[in-house]
């Protein structure tokens, strides 16, 4: 089957017209201006409607793409004691999570291989009115590209029958992005610090927001995409998951359920600017990671307290060797 390339805009404006509409229904008093950072700008892009909401580990990946598309944005990174405490039990059980983590015995990935992961997805759908409406779970596999880069194609997906890779926006005769922060592959994840205050610190500093995202959230649901999409080598996500522990706001959800209807136990931090909460579902009894879930914790206009604006569980993780092969099944 041919591929298809996907809908403009598809994966790369999302996330900016989701802060378009958190930025109508804040009022000007919501929140405190951020201290010691400069003033920032934006060029906004219009997004086609309606546009399909990308599930929570791509809003990551959608925000990561028009980084080329906004100006100024805060690149400070000192952690915002606002949220309060971490709360205890979160630490404990991140903790558990980061030694069974670092116990667990990983192939390093090849450059020239793929990391696939099958999924099952759904994201919101945006109205004309600025509310959202769910979207049903469907069933998804990527191929992750795992080449040092510069890439065009980092990915290419199956879903609903057909075959869609994801292109980046770039500028003209710009040769790709390379592997990193927005790109992870398994050399550059083996290459973070394995502390965790550094590689926290790290994070901060690599990733990026959008005026009104609170920056320990954007870690946060930052270090969930680099969960979601790719085969982690163990200090390094035992690392990440420690950093996680240190992240104020953070906390432990008891009987959490992934979207596939796995019970578990979650980890979960709520942006109070933005009014959404994005927690992971992990396994009650291994701990493995099961997937993760964005959605609203007050009445908007975008939607009810609980509408979820995207969620993924993700159901085989491997790696191979060329696109569309998967698992145990050849091409």
């Keep these: 089957m041919p591929e298809r390339d ?40 219009r997004l086609p409607r309606p546009a399909l909401w990308m599930p929570a580990a791509a809003l990551a990946l959608a ?42 015995e990983v192939t390093p990935v090849r450059d020239d291989q793929l990391v696939y992961i099958k999924s099952l997805t759904a994201g919101a759908e945006a109205h004309e009115d600025g509310s959202y409406e769910p979207g049903q779970l469907r069933e998804r596999e990527a191929w992750w590209s795992q080449e040092p880069g510069p890439v065009k194609k980092p990915a290419l997906f199956y879903e609903g029958g057909g075959y869609s890779p994801l292109r980046e926006l770039l500028p003209p005769g710009s040769p ?3 592997a990193g922060i927005n790109r992870p592959t398994y050399r550059w994840l083996a290459s973070l610090p394995t502390d965790p205050g550094e590689l926290l610190d790290e994070l901060y500093r690599l990733t990026k927001t959008v005026e009104g995202e609170e920056k320990a959230q954007a870690v946060f ?26 992240i104020p706001g953070v ?49 908007v206009r975008k939607g009810k307290k609980g509408t979820v604006l995207g969620e993924t569980a993700v159901l085989k993780r491997a790696v191979v060797d060329e696109y569309r092969e998967r698992p145990g099944a050849g091409t």
């Design 63 to 104: 925000g990561a793409l028009t980084v080329g598309l906004v100006t100024n944005m805060d690149s400070g990174y000192g952690i915002e004691q606002s949220a309060g405490p971490v709360d205890e039990k979160a630490v404990v059980l991140l903790d558990r999570i980061a030694d069974v983590a670092a116990k667990t």
């Design 176 to 178: 790709g992005t390379p």
């Design 251 to 299: 906390t432990r959800m008891e009987n959490a359920v992934d979207p596939a209807g796995r019970p578990g136990v979650g980890i979960r931090r709520v942006d109070q600017r933005v009014s959404w909460a994005t927690e992971w579902i992990f396994d009650s009894e291994t701990l493995t990671y099961l997937g993760e879930r964005t959605y609203l914790t007050k009445d």
């Design 6 to 45: 996907l809908p403009a805009g598809r994966h790369s404006h999302h996330k900016d017209r989701l802060m378009q509409l958190i930025d109508d229904d804040r009022t000007p008093t919501a929140a405190p201006a951020p201290q010691n950072r400069r003033t920032r700008t934006r060029t906004r892009l």
């Design 221 to 246: 649901d930052k270090i969930g995409y680099l969960l979601g999409t790719s085969v982690m080598p163990p200090r390094t996500a035992a690392a990440l998951y420690e950093a996680a522990a240190k």
